[in-house]
């Protein structure tokens, strides 16, 4: 019996040119890998198929981030500003004082004035003088010389130290008052009570006064007691 060829239309037709079918929808699996298991879902904390994260993806040595330096951060000694330059700008900024209060007390005794008494006793013992200040000098001298003096401080000491962080004689010395915790000028109020901590120090008692003044010659960040109380510190320009 002689084989038969097969009817027509039992196998596929090959594809034209000869080539292999093309590949199912979605692609090939991802290189290094094979495609995911039906009805099984992705294991939490796994990379996902084929690959592994990039080296910049881990966090360096240690397992932290480096921590940044804040405003608090301490620094050496040495990055804070020394105490003879403090004591400098302290007598640069003190200097208009003494002027303003000796040209009122220049007025003083510019302006005294002499008041001659006769005697008109029968002994007549002649006329008697005597020299005193004038109204004028009183009122100049201890008034509105010390206002004047006072006024200074608290715009120098006050207004423009607390917002720009330096007098004019920390200014000339290259240094500034700095909230310790922000980094920042205090502000006006502030900065107007820093200075009356170091009046009443004064007042209470002269050697507390001096020891709060003296305090950044071993203090490791050369703050006076006034400083440690509100939290400020000295660093240069």
Known sequence: MTDQP?????YPPPPPGGYPPPPPPGG????????????????AGFPPQGGFPPQGGFPPQGGFPPQAAGPGAPLPQEAYTPWLTRVLAYLIDYI??????GIGFGILAATQETVCVTDSSEYALGD???SGASTLGQVVAFGIAPLIA??????????RQGTTGSSIGKAIMKFKVISEKTGQPIGFGMS??????YVVFNAACGVLWLIAVLFPLWDAKRQTLTDKIISTICVPL
């Open 150 to 159: 006072i006024a200074y401080l608290i715009w120098n000491l006050g207004y």
């Open 6 to 10: 097969p009817p027509p239309g039992s």
């Open 192 to 197: 107007v009570v820093r200075e009356l901590i």
């Open 28 to 43: 090939y699996p991802q290189q290094g890998g094979y495609p995911p298991r039906a009805g099984f879902p992705p294991r």
């Open 96 to 101: 208009p004082v003494y002027i303003i209060l």
């Open 128 to 130: 008697f003088c005597a």
